[in-house]
Antibody, heavy 117, light 107 residues
Framework: QVRLQESGAGLVKPSETLSLTCLVS????????WSWIRQTPGKGLEWLGH???????DYNPSLKSRVTLSADTSKNQFSLRLNSVTAADTAVYFC???????????WGQGALVAVSS | DIQLTQSPSTLSASVGDRVTITCRAS??????LAWYQQKPGKAPQLVMY???NLESGVPSRFSGSGSGTEFTLTISNLQPEDYATYYC?????????FGQGTKLEIK
């Protein structure tokens, strides 16, 4: 059974860096694309970017300059870093299996991250 | 970016009803469209892929159709567990985008 679990700080100060990790179990991250998607009441669901296990990435142009994805095959996990955050980055962040050119078949339960001083 | 517009935003229906949700794309995406169901506090769950293919484990009362720029998700014989918010997603190109959602409420 494939399971994804997000972890990371739930509160980040403005201008600082949001960091989340997604631990994958039940399947190796090798051979698949892995994405981060966030959800806000105002903008709905927004795909942030994806990473292949070998480190190949693609990012949403709306965030490209601020987002970095990385993968650690030894720990079977992948991570999101979003820098220079503002209140507009307050959202529920989901990790998911899939890339921009596929469906998202498995999702984590979501991690609420608030940006506030 | 490809914009997806769902209608209606909210839909009220009774158990046993048949409902249809529409998703329109700002340009042709052939059939690279998926539908997700999301319940409060949960992650979205894939219901339909490639416009009309039912995801494994999803009841056959769900059906999808369309190609190009117009797509529909139909739920026949609504059941209590179907009340949720539904989103379409295009995966024709980067960035992948989602519709704004349709909330299906109990009438």
């Amino acid at each position: 059974q494939v399971r994804l679990q997000e972890s990371g700080a739930g509160l980040v100060k403005p201008s600082e860096t949001l960091s989340l990790t997604c631990l994958v179990s039940g399947v190796s991250i090798r051979g698949y694309y892995w994405s981060w998607i966030r959800q806000t009441p105002g903008k709905g669901l927004e795909w942030l970017g994806h990473i292949y296990y070998n480190g190949k990435t693609d990012y949403n142009p709306s965030l490209k300059s601020r987002v970095t994805l990385s993968a650690d095959t030894s720990k079977n996990q992948f991570s999101l870093r979003l820098n220079s955050v503002t209140a507009a980055d307050t959202a529920v962040y989901f990790c998911a299996q899939g890339g921009y050119d596929s469906t998202f078949n498995y999702w984590g339960q979501g991690a609420l991250v608030a940006v506030s001083s | 970016d490809i914009q997806l517009t769902q209608s209606p935003s909210t839909l009220s229906a009774s158990v046993g009803d048949r409902v249809t949700i529409t998703c329109r794309a700002s340009q042709s995406i052939t059939t690279w469209l998926a539908w997700y169901q999301q319940k409060p506090g949960k992650a979205p769950q894939l219901v339909m892929y490639k416009a009309s293919n039912l995801e494994s484990g999803v009841p056959s009362r769900f059906s999808g159709s369309g190609s190009g720029t117009e797509f529909t998700l139909t739920i026949s014989n609504l059941q209590p567990e179907d009340y949720a918010t539904y989103y379409c997603q295009q995966y024709d190109g980067s960035p992948s985008t989602f519709g704004q959602g349709t909330k299906l409420e109990i009438k």
